[in-house]
């Protein structure tokens, strides 16, 4: 007897969550790569979009031993940005539907509020909003920072208590 294969609702979110990360840091990374390294106001941008990473990885695996599945809004808005990004050839669009599409990973409303909001730590608009009140650039430490606090709230939230922390 061959035994069937199902798949069950977690799985589908899990993949379709991988699928539109993929497919939005391919649209995304080239031009985050450049403004990461060619513009004075998104200086230290790579350093916090792999702090806060690695904190959207570790929180993914930490909430995955618990059996909670993904958050379909940010899966969805993912995918709606992308789209948007794709019809307009706005970049920004790119780089928040990458982002929305990680956040996609993390169920609790609080942590997923608290990485969309540390977001802003290596996104380069932010940087051209930072641009309209000061002049010269910024120096390149404040984004990696504003990511590494972002991540330590949420990894000592979900260590704490993690049942908790959830709900």
């Not at 979009?49 to 909430?63: G, H, N, P």
């Not at 379909?72 to 789209?83: E, G, N, Q, R, Y």
């Not at 990485?115 to 940087?127: F, I, M, Q, T």
């Not at 010269?136 to 993690?162: D, F, H, Q, Y």
């Amino acid at each position: 007897m061959k035994a069937k294969l199902s798949i069950t609702d977690s799985h589908v979110h899990f993949l379709l969550g991988i699928f539109l990360s993929i497919l939005n840091a391919v649209l995304a990374l080239p031009s985050l790569w450049s403004a990461w390294w060619h513009d004075l106001y998104a200086a230290g941008g790579f350093s916090a979009f792999l702090i806060w990473i690695s904190s959207i990885v570790i929180a993914s695996y930490r909430l995955r031993h618990l059996g909670w599945s993904r958050n379909t809004f940010w899966i969805v808005f993912s995918a709606l940005l992308c789209i948007v990004g794709s019809m307009t050839s706005l970049r920004v669009c790119h780089h928040l539907a990458l982002a929305c599409a990680l956040c996609g990973f993390i169920t609790s409303t609080k942590q997923v509020w608290l990485l969309a909001v540390a977001a802003l730590s290596w996104l380069p608009a932010s940087g051209w909003l930072i641009s309209r009140f000061s002049v010269g650039g910024i120096a390149g430490w404040e984004r990696p920072i504003l990511s590494t606090i972002a991540s330590m709230v949420l990894l000592v939230c979900l260590c704490r208590n993690p049942i908790k922390s959830i709900k």
